[in-house]
């Protein structure tokens, strides 16, 4: 992906990527900057710079089992909300969670509690949990931290499917930048 949007011309890619980035462009994730010009920008996501789950600090956290008993909370909380409530109740709720944060926190204070609560929800639960429960549950942990974040939804094309994940300030909080790359941005909460 990175030979395709830093290209100058169709000339410069390889063959594989030129047939991809014509995919792309068919599916309606890439387009050109301007019919007279082959350089190509992307469109599917806009702002998102980063992933902090790609980062040192992602890799390098050690739970902090103090944190385990608001962990443990929040695991219930979501889990119960997933079973009860409906989709669009589900929203609601995050709405209102964001609006009763008195301050929004920083940046860095959000990469940090990620980077906590990835190293300790192996304990609690699996990787192959679904992306909205674990986005949900990221969340709750953020917000009862006091630092917000956006819940960021995003669906592709061939084969369709469908994608959440959690952002700050441009930067993914949950996943890597490559896979979000594929998604185009259709909700954010």
């Not at 939804?153 to 996943?175: M, Q, S, T, Y």
Request: proline share 4%; hydrophobic share 45%.
């Amino acid at each position: 992906m990175s030979e395709i949007l830093s290209a100058q011309s169709n000339d410069e890619l390889s063959m594989s990527a030129s047939r991809f980035a014509t995919h792309l462009e068919r599916s309606g994730l890439l387009a050109p900057v301007a019919e007279n010009k082959p350089t190509r920008t992307k469109t599917c996501i806009r702002e998102t710079r980063t992933s902090a789950f790609d980062g040192f600090a992602a890799r390098c956290a050690q739970p902090t089992f103090a944190r385990f008993p608001q962990l443990l909370y929040g695991l219930a909380y979501v889990r119960r909300m997933r079973r009860t409530l409906p989709f669009i109740d589900t929203i609601e709720a995050v709405q209102s969670w964001k609006r009763s944060l008195i301050s929004i926190g920083s940046i860095d204070r959000a990469i940090k509690l990620s980077s906590e609560f990835h190293a300790a929800t192996p304990y609690l639960f699996t990787r192959l949990d679904a992306c909205m429960f674990r986005s949900l549950f990221l969340l709750k942990f953020l917000i009862m931290r006091g630092v917000a974040a956006d819940w960021v939804f995003g669906v592709r094309l061939c084969p369709f499917k469908a994608h959440c994940w959690i952002e700050r300030d441009g930067v993914i909080l949950n996943d890597h930048l490559d896979t979000i790359l594929e998604y185009r941005r259709i909700l954010e909460v």
